[in-house]
């Protein structure tokens, strides 16, 4: 019987794999040996193809030790296992326990050369205290996208907002980093699936209240896959208004007080131009009437007055 588990053995020997724990194999070797489907697929080839099937098997009755010792011995041995996740989700979809489905792709290392990197489109609005995100998987906000998305992450550093997440139907890796106009409090934002696979995401500001110009620090700055959460925007409509018209009116008069800055800097400048011109027109005319031999000319002008 003991061939039946070459595999993972000689993994265990030949490299010691600190995640494949002896007392796993131990345990996977039971496991095998009361699951009968998992050794008969065994008993039949060592090809690859046949092991992913006793993954795929694995995963769908839910033998998670064997399905997790099983995903370690293949990141061992740097087998992509991105396409055999895909498989499950396009043809097991519904006999798959999604939660046990989430928690093994967890398992997989983040970058494959299956993956494509794309950057999702995102919705956006604010209230004075909160930042609000709507996040649809795909590029264009009027394609759909993804459906489900797996391996999601949100990582808030105070200026910086970083979002990933994986589609296995699509083969597709989703990066959204933005830097944001303000801080955000890394501790207080949530997040929450909604219909057709978007998230939806809420996060303190930093200091709140406050109003942001725009998500990035870059005001100006607008990417095609941004857009204006309108839903949210009119719900929060009245508060914005006032503050923006606050902060109109303190830029208005901002601006005031630079435009009169800039017209006394100007005078200023003005005047002293003409202080330095009365100057030198001054000394000109100290030169013409009291200095004309007080400093030495030029030659033909010095020649010019030897008595
Ligand atoms: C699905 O998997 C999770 C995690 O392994 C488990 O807690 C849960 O009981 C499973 N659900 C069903 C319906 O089998
Ligand atoms: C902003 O929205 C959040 C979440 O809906 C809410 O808890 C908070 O009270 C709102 N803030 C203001 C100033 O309305
Ligand atoms: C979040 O980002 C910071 C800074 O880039 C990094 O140090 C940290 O490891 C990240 N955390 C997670 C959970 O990815």
Request: glycine content about 2%; proline content about 5%; aromatic content about 14%.
């Amino acid at each position: 019987m003991i061939f039946l588990f070459f595999p993972f053995l000689s993994a265990q020997l030949l490299y010691p794999y600190p995640q494949i724990q002896s007392t796993e194999s131990l345990e996977l070797l039971q496991i095998i040996t009361q699951q009968q489907q998992c050794s008969h697929l065994y008993q039949h080839s060592n090809h690859q193809n046949i092991h992913t099937q006793l993954l795929i098997q694995a995963i769908l009755n839910q033998w998670i030790k064997c399905a997790k010792i099983a995903i370690q011995y293949y990141n061992h041995k740097q087998f992509d296992l991105y396409p055999t996740f895909q498989n499950i989700k396009l043809n097991h979809n519904s006999k798959l326990n999604q939660t046990l489905f989430e928690q093994l792709t967890k398992l997989l290392p983040p970058h494959s050369p299956f993956l494509n990197v794309l950057e999702p489109s995102y919705l956006w609005a604010q209230n004075m205290t909160h930042v609000f995100l709507k996040i649809k998987f795909t590029t264009k906000i009027d394609v759909p996208g993804a459906q489900t998305v797996n391996k999601f992450l949100i990582n808030i550093t105070e200026p910086s907002l970083y979002i990933e997440a994986y589609s296995f139907e699509l083969l597709n890796r989703y990066v959204l980093r933005i830097q944001t106009y303000k801080f955000m409090n890394p501790n207080y934002f949530h997040h929450k699936f909604v219909e057709l696979g978007q998230v939806i995401i809420e996060i303190l500001k930093s200091p709140s209240p406050y109003f942001w110009k725009n998500i990035h620090s870059n005001i100006m700055y607008n990417p095609p896959n941004q857009y204006i959460w309108w839903d949210m925007y009119y719900q929060y409509r009245g508060q914005l208004e006032v503050a923006f018209g606050l902060l109109e009116d303190t830029e208005n008069k901002r601006e005031e007080i630079e435009r009169q800055k800039l017209s006394e800097d100007l005078k200023l400048r003005e005047s002293k131009k003409q202080y330095n011109k009365i100057k030198e027109d001054n000394q000109e005319l100290y030169k013409q009437l009291y200095c004309r031999f007080c400093a030495p000319l030029n030659g033909d002008e010095w020649s010019s007055w030897i008595i």
